[in-house]
């Protein structure tokens, strides 16, 4: 069975910057080399921050970066601002998988 | 513009059924693998099921696989997925969401408002 781990939540004052990691826990269906990132605000639908582990559609703000190493994925925030605060949820295994969400709080 | 309009939920008894529709517009629906996604209420994000860009092929979530039918209609720009023997654990609100290509490797670029389905008695 694969699955993926997150921190439960992470936070960070504004101007700061945070990370939200991903591991993959087995080699599952597609393998865990493609990875997406979303961000949630309440009440919202999800909205895409990052693809093929580090490519931002376009209008997703610089600030949002992601990363892969081994069986770690990351999305980096950078100049964190107070919009940022919502939940974060990576994906992969050939989109089958979504961590459990990281929540995120600008201090 | 991108849009998709999710549709069809409502409340059901267990046992019943419902078919959600996902109306596209604004890219080429035939370029572009297409998913449903499903959030508990108070929960995390749970993919459901995909369907390939013919329609031809369908891949589901293990707690789904027998019970829910994801088509797409290429005619009419438009994907459904039929949910039969619901359960309460089915209850969620249910996103269409389009892929960035046509498999479901890359990310969904493109998401519904959701459509809350309630399983119920």
């Known amino acids: 069975q694969s699955a993926l781990t997150q921190p439960r939540s992470v936070s960070g004052s504004p101007g700061q910057s945070v990370t939200i990691s991903c591991t993959g826990t087995s080699s599952g269906a597609g393998g865990y080399y493609y990875v997406s990132w979303y961000q949630q605000h309440p009440g919202k639908a999800p909205k895409l921050l990052i693809y093929?582990?580090?490519r931002r559609p376009s209008g997703v703000p610089d600030r949002f970066s992601g990363s892969k190493s081994g069986a770690t994925a990351s999305l980096t925030i950078s100049g964190l601002q107070a919009e940022d605060e919502a939940d974060y949820y990576c994906c992969s295994y050939a989109g089958s998988f979504f961590g459990p969400g990281t929540e995120v709080t600008v201090l | 513009e991108v849009q998709l309009l999710d549709a069809g939920g409502g409340l059901v008894q267990p046992g019943g059924s419902l078919r959600l529709s996902c109306a596209a517009s604004g890219f080429t629906f035939t370029n572009f693998a297409m998913s449903w996604v499903r959030q508990a209420p108070g929960k995390g994000l749970e993919w459901v099921s995909s369907i390939d860009l013919s329609g031809i092929n369908g891949y589901y979530a293990d707690s789904v696989r027998g019970r829910f039918i994801i088509s797409r209609d290429n005619s009419e720009n438009t994907v459904y997925l039929e949910m039969h023997g619901l359960r309460a654990e089915d209850t969620a609100i249910y996103y269409c969401?389009?892929?960035?290509?046509?498999?479901?490797?890359?990310?969904?670029?493109?998401w519904g408002q959701g459509t809350l389905v309630t399983v119920s008695s």
């Open positions: 969401a389009k892929e960035t290509g046509g498999t479901t490797w890359g990310g969904r670029d493109y």
């Open positions: 093929d582990v580090n």
